[in-house]
């Protein structure tokens, strides 16, 4: 009998707002066992001190530069080598594509749906999950509400059992939020066909040699667990 665990599962998402000006969406993922949450953050936080930097600095992919670029990807290999900690992620290469009138849908319903389709390989019963969402704007506590009630009704979780709780947290507080961030943005990078940072295609160059050169631009295999993406494509009816 498998014996039940509680999960820390870390969420954050890139150019969420369908008219933002950018061609690609993603959200991702980073959870780790309950238990080794602390003991990873802190893992963090002397990777930063080693580097020069404060124990509170917040590790951001937009503050990634060549003067930093030797820390990053020692965050990135420290993701790597740690067997508790896992990414999944779904990417959206051109939300221009999007047509939720002819679906009935709005924006805000698909993007529950893609939430539920980006966290569903990641629950396993008998295990519990708690669920923290980088906090965006002053939309963030009713969506952080609806977002429980879609994922618990989706999994039949009507007493939220399964799916302890959903949150709101600072990044800044959390270095699992941070990496998140940071591969989220290797993912949007990667799929904009962009090269105009040294330091950021190092990053994402970094990835591509551990994991396989097309990890960040095809859906993953079912068997990769540590690093998991779903490229999801709006269905063209024009023909």
């Not at 820390?71 to 051109?94: H, K, N, Q, S, T």
């Not at 965006?136 to 509400?145: E, F, L, N, S, Y």
């Not at 949007?188 to 295609?201: C, F, I, W």
């Not at 551990?210 to 690093?227: D, E, M, P």
């Amino acid at each position: 009998m498998t014996e039940e665990r509680l999960f820390n599962v870390y969420c954050d998402e890139s150019c969420h707002l369908e008219h933002d000006g950018s061609p690609v969406m993603a959200w991702g993922a980073i959870y780790c066992p309950e238990a080794a949450s602390h003991i990873i953050s802190l893992a963090v936080r002397k990777l930063k001190s080693e580097h020069g930097l404060a124990p509170d600095f917040e590790a951001k992919w937009t503050k990634i530069s060549p003067a930093k670029v030797e820390f990053y990807l020692a965050l990135l290999d420290l993701f790597l080598a740690d067997e508790r900690m896992r990414f999944r992620g779904i990417l959206v290469p051109d939300k221009g594509l999007l047509d939720h009138a002819r679906f009935g849908q709005s924006h805000d319903d698909w993007y529950y749906k893609m939430y539920f389709t980006m966290l569903r390989p990641i629950f396993c019963a008998p295990h519990h999950y708690r669920i923290y969402l980088d906090i965006k704007d002053t939309r963030g506590g009713p969506r952080t509400r609806r977002l429980h009630e879609v994922l618990a009704n989706s999994l039949y979780d009507f007493n939220q059992e399964c799916v302890e709780r959903v949150q709101q947290v600072r990044s800044h507080e959390s270095e699992q939020l941070q990496l998140a961030d940071i591969l989220i943005g290797a993912l949007t990078y990667a799929n904009r066909g962009l090269r105009t940072s040294p330091a950021k295609t190092a990053i994402a160059a970094r990835l591509c040699e551990r994991l396989g050169q097309n990890i960040l631009t095809r859906t993953s295999s079912f068997s990769a667990t540590k690093f998991n993406i779903l490229v999801w494509r709006a269905r063209d009816l024009t023909g």
